[in-house]
């Protein structure tokens, strides 16, 4: 077993590493994808199974994650060396964690990069002036333009780079303690303007009465997918964060107090949107159409909405860039720890070699909008269903496995239990991360491959 670095840094605080673990699970698929599949799915029945699903699958997997890497502690295929070996086969897992958050990162950057833009579009009023046919257009004339979607892309991906250039402490860990309570504070703000329209209560009805007719199997299978996408698993996140961890940290309370705020953010997205859109008498619609396309619409009817589509616009930017953060940084910790760069010259290749493997996906909506990568995809969709439905289930489902079945539990269970916890809470932690998340993690991948359509 290898020893774990003695010079590696870590978390300043404890609330600096949840603010930071909480940046990388809220992201763009808090703010219009969680309210796209609730919506399609029956609202308050679906929030309950989605709700059941963190606690049953995303936890679980979550503390494995972050014990994985606390006591590793190095990168995600430097802690899977430590803990088996260089000759384990495990630490394939590790790499395929790294491959995912580098492709990740990648395509992530230009739908990224449209928030960056519609930023500036709100603040400069090109959101509230001609008609909405006009508005509405502005999302086609974007990713039209192949130069412009670049431009956007390759600011958000330098945005990315400078702040995990300083470090754990200097960068990561001081922007989020910045840019979460920013991001905190624009939601509420947004909320509450929502609760107040004429959109809330039909909001808050559609989201905690629950209408069981409309849930089906179907529905299960999507809470229990995004249930594991959105607390950023399978992606060697939180092995990475968990490595800057010291040995007294509660990882059960931490991993709660994540899931919590990215599901508190989800839940009040969620509540936001559908006041906006039932205020307007809209029917709910979904993908990257009901954010950059329909809600511009519907901010032009709402008193000062240039200001509401601004604040809108900069919560979209902050949700993405501290979930790119996190990305970047489990790629920067493999080169730093495993070909010991260092961090400034490892964080500049990294970013730039991200932007260049983003500029297919970029291109995609534009001048290789015919190219396709797998059969009747774009390079845009292909990374996305490559990483998203098959990379990301599989790194969730061989780290329940190792945790459940390969790891001693007696290591876990000194690992994780102290005076402050009982015992039983390792072992309910123990039998779901066995039996419970493999088995949801692979219906999950089966629902991905199309076999329950």
């Known amino acids: 077993m290898d020893a774990p670095s003695s010079l590696r840094s870590g978390w300043a605080s404890r609330i600096g590493f949840i603010l930071a673990a909480a940046g990388s699970a809220i992201g763009l698929g808090n703010i219009w994808k969680f309210p796209y599949i609730a919506g399609m799915h029956g609202g308050g029945a679906f929030v309950l199974v989605y709700l059941a699903c963190i606690l049953l699958l995303g936890l679980p997997i979550m503390v494995a994650e972050l014990l994985i890497g606390r006591c590793g502690q190095r990168d995600a295929v430097g802690s899977f060396v430590a803990l088996e070996g260089r000759s384990s086969p495990w630490r394939l897992v590790g790499w395929a964690s790294v491959l995912a958050a580098f492709v990740l990162l990648a395509f992530y950057s230009v739908v990224a990069g449209w928030s960056f833009d519609y930023v500036f579009k709100a603040a400069i ?50 922007w989020s303690k910045i840019l979460m309570p920013g991001l905190f504070a624009l939601l509420i703000l947004l909320f509450l303007y929502a609760m107040f329209s004429p959109g809330g209560p039909q909001a808050l009805r559609f989201m905690f009465v629950p209408d069981f007719s409309r849930l089906t199997s179907q529905s299960v299978l999507v809470a229990l997918g995004h249930a594991f996408f959105t607390l950023s698993l399978g992606a060697g996140v939180m092995i990475t964060y968990g490595s800057y961890l010291d040995a007294d940290a509660d990882l059960f309370g931490l991993s709660l107090r994540i899931a919590f705020l990215d599901t508190l953010v989800a839940m009040l997205a969620s509540l936001t949107i559908f006041s906006v859109v039932f205020s307007a008498g809209m029917p709910i619609g979904g993908g990257p159409g009901l954010v950059f396309e329909t809600l511009p619409i519907l901010f032009m009817q709402l008193p000062f909405g240039q200001l509401w589509a601004l604040v809108f616009f900069l919560l979209l930017a902050f949700a993405a860039l501290t979930s790119a953060i996190s990305m970047l940084e489990v790629v920067v910790a493999y080169v730093i720890d495993e070909c010991q760069w260092q961090r400034s010259h490892a964080t500049f290749l990294v970013g730039v070699s991200a932007f260049a493997l983003g500029i297919p996906c970029a291109l995609s ?3 290789w909008s015919g190219i396709t990568l797998l059969p009747g995809r774009t390079v845009f969709q292909s990374f996305d269903l490559l990483v998203s439905s098959y990379m990301l289930p599989l790194g969730g489902l061989l780290v329940a496995v190792y945790a ?35 088995v949801a993690v692979l219906l999950v991948l089966l629902h991905e491959a199309g076999l329950f359509r």
Do not use: C, D
């Open 125 to 174: 009023g090109a959101l509230h002036r001609g008609t909405p046919e006009q508005v509405s257009s502005l999302f086609s004339q974007l990713t039209a333009s192949p130069w412009r979607v670049l431009f956007w892309q390759a600011l958000f991906i330098m945005a990315t780079v400078g702040i995990v250039i300083g470090g754990i402490r200097g960068g990561i860990e001081r």
């Open 365 to 367: 909506f534009n001048l």
């Open 404 to 438: 459940g079945w390969v790891w001693s539990a007696n290591q876990e269970k000194g690992a994780l239990v102290n005076l402050r916890q009982p015992t039983l809470l390792f072992g309910v932690w123990h039998f779901l991360v066995r039996y419970f998340a493999p």
